[in-house]
């Protein structure tokens, strides 16, 4: 899952992005709203988590703003904001849901993970595809019910192509969730990580659609001979 | 008892108490003159018959057969003629024999016969002519004038009366108006209120009313947003605190240490804001703080001490030997919460700049004047560091400060793009 964390904070901002990293997220953070709106147009993510003080703006406005622009990321607000109108107010200006600072770390990583899902129109948190499981939160992956160990960016790339249902992603948009402003990405990582997923997984699990981009391939299938 | 009430009963008995005196006056004054006038119809009655002897002298002569004068009807002027011997030489019906005898010239009252008379003896030519009228007569008399005069008085007093009662409450209606409006009106409600048609009297109660919930508004917003401010530094710090120590219970080796590290820093920053609520609670408490004066380069000193991005501050210090009427302490906090604010709300450097050349003239003495300037964050829609909406403790700190010491703190936007904080503080007279 890649995060978008807007945070003015340091202190803040340095213990989501470590925290967040512990549940297998992508995190790119950026302080003000200026570098938001840069970092909403350079690359897509998953998910947003918004701080509402920002030092060039109100984070409401931006939120209002992006809504205004059809940008449909899911978005939490995270603030010191208790007052029932300013919930009320993040709410209607386009927010998915309002966390109070200070926050469980627990509780914000389901919060985000089940954002995450219901804007890829899920009810539940594991990831199914045949025998292939999924769960974001914990970052386990079971094909034929034996774990399977992913890194995170494997696990990252691998979750964005389930939640696209079969549709094609191309390598730019993939690139982008998989590594968001982190410029220092080598040109053939993207082909080392579906490299990597189909030898842990099985060959088809990604198909290549060449000059178009990457989709998730079928099912797997049993191998003969294994399951009797 | 309501002002209404309290001003009818004190108007209608002073009204009541005045058409009384007038009534009574009336009533005695009248009385005596219908006396008087009684008295003068009994003395010129008995003048009359004095006339009509003096004319006909032999009325007294044919009289001894018929000694008959008048013959009245049961009420009226009663008459008796008495000779110089006290014989009744002629009379009226219904006067008894002897009756009238005694009566001395001039009035007089007695009672004859269960009755009150008033009698008038007039002497000519060695008779004595009395008329007399029965005083019930006259009492009856009294009780008409008093029913002519108690009947339009009493319709007047009650017209009166009601015209008073009405004329308060029309009076008294924008005063209801405003206690109805107070009345219906929650705790929470401060909107000013309105009453159509005050009366100037009452406009300026109004004005002073509406002020005040002007005031008590601006304080409950104010309050409102400190509190907002205390619970943002609180739960800023507390947040980093406790992510950081979720992390350090998950991770371990150098990511360990550098969550503990993290950790300590907000540690620090809880601290930071502990001491400056403490401070600010010492200053509402007037006394706590020794008003003493310092050395301004030592006070700046202090605020950048320990600064983070002390690098991005240019002091300008043309004041070196400059002392302020404010305690060294708060200074610092003061010169700090500015840059700090500069600070975090813009990008570049940061501009302060100490002057106590150009003094400001004011009714407080000279000023040392202090300049932070910031330049703001380019592109965006604030400029510069924030104003009275800022979230932290610090900018309600410095007013705190500014107003308890006479100083005076001041924001324009400048030509770079951000802020310039302009704050005076009073000198020490041996600067």
Known sequence: MHVLVIEDDDLVASGLEAGLALYHCTVDRVRTAREARAAMDQFGCDVVVLDLGLPDGDGLALLSEWRQRDVAAPVLILTARDAVEDRVKGLEAGADDYVLKPFDLDELTARLHALVRRAAGRTVSEVKHGELIVQPRSGKVMLYGKPVHLSRRELALLERLMNARGAVLSEERLKDGLYGMDASVESNAMNVHIHHLRRKLYRHVVITERGLGYRLGPPPVEPEGDGS | ?431
Not at chain 2, 188 to 204: K, W, Y
């Open chain 2, 1 to 431: 008892m309501s002002l209404q009430r309290r001003l009818l009963w004190s108007l209608g008995s002073a009204f009541l108490l005045l058409w009384l005196s007038v009534a009574a006056l009336m009533y005695f004054h009248l009385d005596r003159q219908v006396s008087q006038t009684l008295d003068q119809r009994l003395a010129a009655s008995a003048t009359m018959v004095a006339g009509l002897i003096a004319g006909q002298p032999e009325m007294l002569m044919s009289s001894r057969s018929s000694p008959l004068l008048v013959s009245p009807e049961s009420e009226g002027v009663a008459c008796q003629i008495r000779g110089a011997s006290g014989e009744v030489l002629l009379q009226t019906s219904g006067v008894e024999d002897q009756v009238l005898n005694d009566a001395r010239p001039g009035f007089s009252t007695r009672e004859i016969g269960g009755q009150q008379w008033r009698l008038y003896t007039l002497e000519q030519s060695g008779t004595f002519i009395t008329t007399a009228d029965r005083m019930s007569e006259r009492a009856v008399l009294a009780n008409g004038i008093i029913l002519v005069m108690v009947v339009p008085f009493a319709l007047a007093l009650l017209g009166g009366l009601v015209v008073l009662w009405w004329g308060i409450r029309g009076g008294l209606r924008p005063l209801e108006v405003l206690r109805d409006q107070l009345r219906r009106r929650t705790p929470e409600n401060l909107d000013p209120v309105t009453v159509d048609r005050a009366p100037s009297e009452l406009a300026p109660v109004v004005e002073t009313l509406n002020e005040l919930f002007n005031r008590v508004a601006t304080t409950l917003a104010w309050e409102k947003r400190f509190a907002n401010s205390a619970a943002h530094e609180f739960r800023t710090p507390l947040t980093g605190i406790k992510t950081h120590l979720h992390v350090a219970r998950r991770v371990s080796g150098e990511p360990q240490q550098q969550a503990l590290v993290n950790a300590e820093k907000g540690v620090a920053q809880l601290q930071s804001v502990t001491e400056q609520l403490l401070l600010l609670s010492r200053m509402e408490r007037k006394g706590e703080i020794a008003r003493e004066g310092c050395l301004i380069a030592q006070a700046v000193d202090d605020a950048l001490e320990g600064l983070p991005e002390r690098e991005r501050v240019r002091l300008d210090n043309r004041c070196k030997e400059g002392r302020v009427a404010v305690p060294r302490t708060l200074v610092a906090v003061v010169l700090r919460n500015l840059v700090d604010n500069a600070l975090k709300h813009s990008v570049g450097t940061c501009d302060l700049v100490l002057d106590c050349s150009d003094l400001q003239a004011t009714s407080g003495g000279p000023q040392l004047r202090v300049t932070v300037r910031d330049r703001g964050v380019p592109g965006s829609s604030d400029s510069g560091s924030v104003g009275s909406q800022s979230h932290g403790l610090g900018l309600p700190i410095v007013h705190m400060v500014v107003n308890q010491f006479g100083g005076a703190l001041e924001s324009e936007h400048n030509e770079a793009g951000g802020m310039d904080w302009q704050l005076a503080l009073p000198l020490l007279s041996t600067c």
